[in-house]
């Protein structure tokens, strides 16, 4: 299968493709989730994370200033399940949000430190995981997944396909039920600087093996 129909086939919640030529980032998952704001000034239409999926026209760039866009609250976004996926080729290596719902009540994914670590937390960081030596690279395009099992009880944080780490000891939450927009390209502060693609949110726990296919879709075109 190709890309769209891997990530379709996990029946996402929401899932913007950012190909956009400008305004506001639209679901393609049918649960019309879409953008509802968009800060700054990102620049559109930039190099594709997937190019061998006709659907995928484009990315967006981010200057790590005061760009970022904004899923609305929903009730369908508040599971105690999650998965968070992004493709992501920043232009530089330090402190920057990816992805919050809220730091004090819920979950966040950046990058923690100036080697391209990153770190999936939640409640005021009562919980975390974090990627360890796998790391980001200025420059190149690589596929990002967060996930969290309530029946496990775990967090995990997966690169191209790879788990680089989990969780050490249980998380019996991470304040998913939280009722709260969520913020791509960080907060205030620390927002991301570079590129940004194939943003898709689920709210169940995509398996390994399901990141790896999603992963394997579109490794041809990674570059």
Request: net charge negative; with cysteine.
């Amino acid at each position: 299968m190709g890309y769209a129909a891997e990530v379709l086939a996990d029946s996402p919640v929401a899932w913007l493709r950012l190909s956009e030529a400008s305004g506001l980032p639209q679901d393609s998952s049918g649960n019309a989730h879409h953008a509802s704001a968009v800060g700054g000034t990102p620049t559109y239409l930039q190099e594709d994370a997937i190019l061998d999926d006709p659907d995928a026209y484009g990315a967006i760039l981010f200057s790590g200033v005061s760009d970022q866009f904004t899923i609305p609250a929903h009730a369908a976004l508040n599971t105690n399940d999650v998965t968070i996926e992004a493709w992501l080729k920043p232009t530089t290596l330090r402190i920057q949000g990816i992805a919050v719902k809220n730091e004090a009540s819920s979950w966040r994914l950046f990058m923690s430190t100036a080697l391209g670590q990153l770190e999936f937390d939640a409640l005021a960081d009562a919980v975390n995981c974090a990627t360890g030596a796998n790391v980001l690279t200025v420059g190149v395009w690589s596929h990002v997944v967060a996930v969290y099992d309530s029946v496990g009880q775990t967090m995990k944080v997966y690169i191209n396909g790879g788990a680089a780490k989990g969780s050490t000891a249980a998380v019996a939450s991470i304040g998913g039920t939280f009722n709260s927009d969520i913020i791509f390209a960080g907060a205030a502060g620390s927002r991301w600087s570079g590129g940004m693609d194939e943003v898709a949110i689920y709210n169940t726990p995509l398996s390994q093996a399901r990141i790896q296919a999603h992963y394997d879709a579109g490794i041809a075109s990674v570059f």
